[in-house]
C-alpha cells in the first residue's frame, strides 16, 4: 500500500486537538504526508432555530471571530500555515467529509472519546465521519483513559 499524500485532521479546538495532531505528525512525517487541519462551526440556528425567535446573527459572527482566533493561534504553536488550515459553518461530519473531497486527502483524523451508555447511544463526531467514509479515517482515543 502506496502511503498517505494528504491528511485531514479534524480539531474541536479542545486540549485534546494537540494530543490528536501529535497522532497525526506521526503518521504524516512517515508518510511525508500534506498536513491539513479543519474547524467546524455549528450554527446555532441548527440548535435553536424553530424554538427561540430570536437573530442570532450578531452573536454567530462573534463565535466565528473568536474560533478563527483560536485555531489560528493552534496553527500557529503546531507550525501549520494558513493554506493548510480552515474554518467552515456547518455539521462537523458533513463539513469534515466535504473538505476531504476537496483536498482530496486519502486520511481523516478525528478524536474520539470511547463512550459508554447514553453518550454511545446518542453518537459522536468520530462515529458520524466513519459513517459513509470514502477514505481512511484514524480514530485517536481521547478523554480521560489515554
Ligand atoms: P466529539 O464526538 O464531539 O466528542 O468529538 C470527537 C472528535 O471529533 C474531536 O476530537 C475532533 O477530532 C472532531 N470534532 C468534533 N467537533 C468538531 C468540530 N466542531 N470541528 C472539527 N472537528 C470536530
Redo the contacts with the bound molecule.
Keep these: 500500500m502506496s502511503n498517505y499524500a494528504t491528511i485531514l485532521?479534524?480539531?474541536?479546538?479542545?486540549e485534546?486537538?494537540n494530543r490528536?495532531l501529535q497522532r497525526a505528525r506521526g503518521v504524516a512525517s512517515g508518510a511525508a504526508a500534506q498536513l491539513h487541519i479543519?474547524?467546524?462551526?455549528?450554527p446555532l440556528s441548527f440548535a435553536y432555530g424553530g424554538d427561540i425567535p430570536m437573530d442570532f446573527s450578531g452573536i454567530q459572527d462573534e463565535i466565528y471571530q473568536q474560533a478563527t482566533q483560536q485555531l489560528k493561534r493552534f496553527a500557529e504553536n503546531n507550525g501549520v500555515d494558513e493554506a493548510h488550515r480552515h474554518i467552515v459553518m456547518g455539521r462537523?461530519e458533513v463539513?469534515?467529509h466535504a473538505k476531504a473531497e476537496e483536498l482530496a486527502a486519502d486520511l481523516i483524523?478525528?478524536?474520539?472519546?470511547g463512550r459508554h451508555g447514553l453518550a454511545l447511544l446518542m453518537?459522536?463526531?468520530?462515529?458520524?465521519?466513519l459513517h459513509g467514509a470514502k477514505r481512511d479515517v484514524l480514530a485517536?482515543r481521547?478523554g480521560q483513559e489515554k
Design positions: 485532521v479534524a480539531v474541536d479546538l479542545s485534546d486537538s490528536i479543519i474547524h467546524v462551526i455549528e462537523p463539513e469534515i483524523v478525528v478524536g474520539s472519546h453518537g459522536s463526531t468520530a462515529n458520524g465521519v485517536v481521547v
